[in-house]
């Protein structure tokens, strides 16, 4: 099964983001938007796993190093992947949080790979975010949208979710497998 590590975000700020997504969808078809089911942080990427393999997660996840109480964010702002030129990707940063945020899949990384799980290699640095978009054609068009993320939303995350990805020709739905809840 596919499998990923995230932060899951809370009701407020999914509501928010839903108004940037329906904005971005009436000012390009080039974009295609991510439901607001599926709007989190991703901390790691496991891709496909076997049962075995994701069952053996479960105490891994419980390791004191992943133990932590909420994480106090806030996100908002305009990004985009490349950073430059036509975007693959549209994106809302994490903007209060991140280094607790980035300590935390540092430690994800830490307990998984301490205990045997193979990871790959990522070729940049972990930029905590939120993806909204993206093109449907490889490298979209520029697209006016700035005054949609002319936002700051507050909230706290909570939780880190084991999720399952579920492939469907409307879009991916995720399943949690697995909660670890912040003190």
Request: net charge positive.
């Amino acid at each position: 099964m596919r499998v990923f590590l995230a932060l899951p975000l809370p009701a407020v700020v999914v509501d928010r983001l839903r108004e940037v997504t329906e904005g971005l969808r009436t000012r390009t078809r080039d974009l295609k938007v991510v439901r607001p089911e599926g709007l989190h942080i991703t901390l790691v990427f496991l891709g496909e796993r076997s049962d075995e393999e994701v069952a053996a997660l479960t105490p891994l996840l419980a390791a004191p190093e992943l133990a932590r109480g909420p994480i106090q964010a806030s996100l908002g702002g305009y990004g985009q992947f490349p950073p430059s030129g036509s975007p693959r990707v549209i994106f809302t940063p994490l903007r209060e949080g991140n280094r607790e945020t980035c300590a935390l899949q540092a430690d994800l990384v830490a307990v998984l790979r301490g205990g045997g799980v193979l990871l790959q290699e990522e070729n940049r640095p972990f930029s905590p975010h939120v993806t909204l978009a993206r093109s449907r054609v490889g490298r979209g068009e520029a697209v006016a949208c700035g005054d949609l993320f002319a936002f700051e939303q507050r909230f706290n995350f909570d939780r880190l979710v084991l999720f399952q990805s579920v492939l469907k020709p409307q879009g991916a739905e995720y399943r949690p497998l697995q909660t670890v809840a912040f003190r």
